[in-house]
Structure formats: structure tokens, C-alpha cells
């Protein structure tokens, strides 16, 4: 493929990222009010002032706005981490017990005091991109200290993680991450971003006992979580992971495909490498062959069968774009490559929204947008679409270069 078409689609990604998903946010989502966000914004822009809001959504601004700045240098970007920042510490913090809260009120009373895990490992990940964005030692200090606090109370029976645990990091009965989920202990979900953030922290701060959790998770993700043999990855697991569903989900059989791969060159175990890469090549692969509409967009969620729901929500897409990619520079296949910009081309004409801005959350197969689908909620947020931003245009135009060497 030319350089001059990979560098137009590096282009048009880079224009969304900076002209439509990094500002709207600042003007859009941010809550002068209270200094905080609003928790739910309406594809027609209305704010609902008494939402709940999450760990989660305060998280990823964090970490986008932390990542923009560090590649552009924008002041605005560095005002908007600075805001996430002292909203993140002020409402989410557990000052008593270490960690964040689940959840709060809109007017900023705890709601869910517990830990879940994967929120935890959100804040990790938050807090060391704005260290390394701006070089400053107490997220550094905090993100520590809350990876050693999943380590000491949230690390399981036979290996990974517990999904959740209470608000002084004590055992529990419930451990649903979200409406879909099973009660089950352990999830792909929190795993892959528990991976996620160790691998960030990791890059930061380099400790060999930070290391070694990695190393033992990434091969929990490769042994119990990743079916090398479908090519998916189990959802829902027992403590003695026993798989709980035969539920697929596309976007995340993409993602961990790549973020296997930053763990990988994180961890610098040439041994390790060569099997990740065998093992995202496989997910691709089949996410690819399985997952991909004749649009180019990806669909939602499968089964044995095939897919089971044909949406086609906001964060597969993302993934997509960047999973495909990091295939290709994995494998040099083409059909990787061509499969990334497709996707793309999905996204430009059904998910982003060019009349109000930022992307749609969920489109049906026939492209009709969901009007129940918030703009902005507990999950809805810019770092999927952010991040890919961010990877997809650094990618691109890396592969560009080498295209027009060859």
C-alpha cells in the first residue's frame, strides 16, 4: 500500500482525534459547576444532572488527556489531565483504606464505596500517564501504592485476580462488574486491564516485583484466558477457572491482541514475545474472520454459532483499527492492513457523529443510530477512541515510512 494512502488515513484519524473527540470533552463534558464532569450527556447534548458517576470515566479522561499532552504539547490538553486529576483525588480517593471508590453521587456522596478491580487498575493506568506526562512524583506515588494493594488483597486462588473485593479490600460475595456480566470471581475483563495498567506503570517505574506480577499475568492470559485453540478469549470464570459462558466478545479478542504485544515488549522476554505474537496473530485472525461485517464494521458479541448481537458499539471499532494494525506489523499480511483502514472507513460514515461531535455509542447493523445510546456515560468516554487516535496515527505513519523505503 503507498505511503501517500497510509499517510491520508493517518491524517483523517489525527483530525478526529484533535478536531472532533479532544475538544469535545473539554467543552462539552466538563461540569464548572463542581469542578468535576457530568456522569451522562444525550446524543442530543442533554446533560442529566443527577447521574452516578464512575472511577472509570474520571480514569480514562485522565489518561487521554495525559497522552495527548504528551504527544502535541497543548496547554489545554495539560488543563483538562490537571482537571481529571484533582477530580480523581478529591471524590474517588478512599483515604481511610487506599485505592478509589467504585462510584459516587452527582453531588459527589460515595455511592459504591467497594473496589472493583478493574477500577482500580483504571486509576494505575491514569496515574502513570500523567506522571509520565508530567513528570510529577504523587501519581507516581499512588499508582503504587494501589498496585500493591491489588497485589496484597485482590490476588486469587490458582492464580490472576479477584474481580472485586469491599471497601476495606475484604472479601465478597458480589462481584459483577456491569449488567451483562455474570457474579462470577474472575473476568477476561479485569485481567486485560489489570495487563493494561502493569504495563504502563511498568514502563515508569521499573521494579522487579512489578515486573514479575506482569510476567505471571500475562501468562495467566496466555494459559486460562486466551483458547488458542478458537481463537477467543473465555469471559467469565470460577476461582479454579472453570469457564462460566461461551459468551465471545469481538472487541475484546481485538484488544487483548495488542495489548498482549505492549506487555510483551514491556517485559523484554525474548521467549515470551515470540509466543504473544503467535497468539495476537491468532485473535486477529479470527476476530477478522468471524467478527467483521462486509462494512467493515465489527459486531459486538458471538458465540459458538457466530455473532449474537450484530451492534456495532463505539470501542470494538477503536480496537479494531489498532488490533488490525499491530497484526499487520506482527505478520506483514496485507489483509490485516486493509482490514485496519476499512474499519476506519466504518467508523467515518456510521459511528462518529459530525453533526454534535464525538462518536456514537452504538450503531445497528443496518447503520440506524440507538437513541438510548448515551454520548457520555459510566463507560462512554475518550480513551478507546482517543487512544486510538494516538496509536493508530503513530502506527500508520511508521508503516509509511517503511513502505516508502521498500
Known amino acids: 500500500m503507498s505511503p501517500a494512502i497510509l499517510n491520508d488515513y493517518a491524517r483523517r484519524i489525527e483530525d478526529d482525534l484533535r478536531g472532533n473527540i479532544l475538544p469535545f470533552w473539554i467543552e462539552r463534558v466538563v461540569n464548572h459547576a463542581d469542578r468535576g464532569f457530568h456522569g451522562s450527556l444525550t446524543n442530543d447534548l442533554e446533560v442529566d444532572p443527577a447521574a452516578e458517576r464512575g472511577v472509570v470515566l474520571t480514569s480514562r479522561i485522565l489518561w487521554a488527556y495525559s497522552a495527548a499532552y504528551s504527544r502535541y504539547l497543548d496547554p489545554a490538553y495539560l488543563a483538562m489531565a490537571d482537571h481529571a ?3 480523581l483525588q478529591a471524590r474517588f480517593r478512599d483515604l481511610e483504606h ?6 459516587i453521587a452527582a453531588d459527589g456522596a460515595v455511592l459504591q464505596a467497594h473496589k472493583q478491580v478493574l477500577g482500580e487498575a483504571f486509576a494505575i493506568y491514569a496515574l502513570a500517564e500523567y506522571h509520565a506526562a508530567t513528570g510529577r512524583r504523587e501519581p507516581l506515588d499512588q499508582a503504587i501504592a494501589t498496585y500493591r494493594l491489588i497485589e496484597e488483597h485482590a490476588s486469587a486462588r490458582h492464580g490472576g485476580y479477584l ?3 469491599g471497601r476495606a479490600w475484604e472479601p465478597v ?16 475483563d479485569t485481567h486485560l486491564h489489570v495487563l493494561e495498567a502493569y504495563t504502563r506503570l511498568l514502563t515508569v517505574w521499573p521494579d522487579p516485583a512489578l515486573h514479575s506480577a506482569l510476567a505471571r ?8 484466558i486466551v483458547n488458542p485453540l478458537t481463537g477467543h478469549l473465555g469471559q467469565f470464570f470460577a476461582e479454579d477457572w472453570t469457564l ?7 472487541g475484546h479478542d481485538i484488544e487483548a491482541a495488542w495489548l498482549l504485544t505492549l506487555a510483551a515488549d514491556a517485559l523484554r522476554d525474548e521467549g515470551l514475545t515470540k509466543r504473544i505474537a503467535a497468539v495476537a496473530v491468532k485473535l486477529s485472525e479470527t476476530t477478522l474472520a468471524e467478527g467483521v461485517d462486509a462494512d467493515g464494521g465489527l459486531y459486538y458479541h458471538g458465540g459458538p454459532g457466530g455473532p449474537t448481537d450484530t451492534n456495532k458499539e463505539w470501542w470494538p471499532q477503536a480496537e479494531a483499527v489498532v488490533g488490525f494494525l499491530n497484526a499487520y506489523q506482527l505478520s506483514r499480511q496485507e489483509r490485516f492492513l486493509t482490514a485496519a483502514l476499512r474499519t476506519w472507513d466504518f467508523i467515518e460514515a456510521r459511528i462518529i457523529d459530525h453533526q454534535r461531535g464525538e462518536w456514537f455509542r452504538t450503531v445497528t447493523r443496518e447503520g440506524r443510530v440507538l437513541d438510548n445510546g448515551l454520548k457520555v456515560d459510566f463507560w462512554k468516554c475518550p480513551y478507546h477512541n482517543g487512544r486510538t487516535g494516538l496509536e493508530a496515527t503513530r502506527r500508520l505513519r511508521e508503516i509509511a515510512i517503511e513502505a516508502g523505503q521498500a
Not at 462481584?175 to 474472575?186: D, H, I, M, Q, V
Open 173 to 188: 460475595s458480589r462481584f459483577r462488574l456491569s449488567g451483562e456480566a455474570l457474579n462470577t470471581p474472575k473476568s477476561q
Open 244 to 250: 462460566g459462558s461461551d459468551l465471545i466478545a469481538y
Open 217 to 224: 499475568l500475562a501468562e495467566v492470559m496466555l494459559e486460562r
Open 98 to 103: 487506599g485505592g478509589y471508590w467504585w462510584s
Open 163 to 165: 474481580d472485586a473485593v
Open 85 to 87: 486529576y484533582r477530580d
